[in-house]
């Protein structure tokens, strides 16, 4: 008995005719257009991780910038 991987069961979910015609061994038609959409979903990981970070950063540098106006106000920095 062979192992059955969790795509195995989402692609027969999603749709049964395409999973028999993957287990056959038919290659899709439409190849080019999935690599574009994958490249698509790449890049957009790549933006989103990047817009993740700049938040983070910005956060940062807004704590950092009160506790800085606090210490002013507070006449420990000069």
Do not use: D, T
Not at 37 to 61: D, N, P, T
């Amino acid at each position: 008995m062979r192992n059955i991987r969790a795509s195995e069961i989402g692609a027969f979910l999603y749709c049964q005719r395409a999973w028999w015609y993957w287990r056959q061994g038919y290659e899709p038609g439409n190849q080019a257009e999935m690599n574009a959409g994958m490249e698509f979903h790449i890049h957009h990981a790549k933006l989103s991780l990047l817009s993740s970070v700049l938040r983070f950063l910005a956060v940062g540098l807004l704590v950092l910038a009160l506790v800085l106006g606090v210490l002013s106000i507070a006449g420990l920095i000069g």
